[in-house]
């Protein structure tokens, strides 16, 4: 299975401004993932990212809020905007499919105060 | 739209044990199931997947059962350890796109 890296780690950022997640897998894939998971929660798909052509948005979330770029096949960004702790979270790409099944990058836990 | 449920949330066994943790999806129509394992504040490990033409698979001491017509999965760990200590999830996937829907997890203990 493919590795991917995803960065940063961990951020605690100032509510009203904007963390950008960094995701970049080392063999390219059509699909990306982006998924968030609340405290104590599971996982919840927030987007999936094509290489040129927008995301595709799950219900409940929108671009404004959740931009995400999928410049080619190896690497996708998500952008959390205008951030509350409402946000506060782990941020998980993922990708893969078929065969092998989906893997994920180790995840970005953000806090918000 | 498939829902995904895991039965019980939390589960709390002396080393040892055998154990059997229950997933149910509510769309049969699955293009494969995944389990994974979370350690606290971390990504997620694959530990076993599930094609649909496929009824179980084996990895050590983990096994997985997957019966379609029933929409249910069981993740099977013989012989367990402290170390298994983690959230297990199950995840199942509609196409093979590798889009997935999550049950909540089940949050397992194993006490030395």
């Known amino acids: 299975s493919a590795v991917i890296s995803q960065k940063p780690s961990r951020d605690i950022c100032q509510r009203g401004t904007s963390l950008t997640i960094q995701c970049q897998v080392d063999?390219?894939?059509?699909?990306m993932f982006w998924y968030r998971q609340q405290p104590g929660q599971s996982l919840t798909l927030i987007a999936t990212?094509?290489?040129?052509?927008?995301?595709?948005?799950e219900s409940g979330f929108v671009i404004d809020k959740f931009p995400i770029s999928r410049p080619n096949l190896t690497f996708s960004t998500l952008t959390v905007s205008n951030m509350s702790p409402e946000d506060s979270s782990i941020y998980l790409c993922?990708?893969?499919?078929?065969?092998?099944?989906?893997?994920f990058g180790q995840g970005t836990r953000l806090t918000v105060v | 739209k498939q829902e995904v449920t895991q039965i019980p949330a939390a589960l709390s066994v002396p080393e040892g044990e055998n154990l059997v943790l229950n997933c149910s999806f509510t769309?049969?129509?699955?293009?494969?199931l995944q389990w994974f394992r979370q350690d606290p504040g971390k990504g997620l490990t694959s530990l076993l997947l599930?094609?649909?033409?496929?009824r179980e698979q084996t990895s050590g001491r983990l096994n997985a059962s997957l019966d379609k017509s029933s929409g249910r999965s069981t993740l099977y760990i013989a012989a367990s350890q402290p170390g298994d200590s983690a959230t297990y999830l199950c995840?199942?996937?509609?196409?093979?796109?590798?889009?997935?829907?999550f049950g909540q997890g089940t949050t397992l203990q194993v006490k030395p």
């Open positions: 993922s990708a893969g499919g078929g065969g092998l099944g989906a893997f």
């Open positions: 063999s390219q894939v059509t699909m």
């Open positions: 990212a094509n290489q040129g052509s927008e995301a595709t948005y």
């Open positions: 769309d049969s129509a699955i293009y494969n």
């Open positions: 599930i094609q649909s033409s496929q």
């Open positions: 995840a199942a996937g509609s196409s093979n796109t590798g889009k997935l829907i």
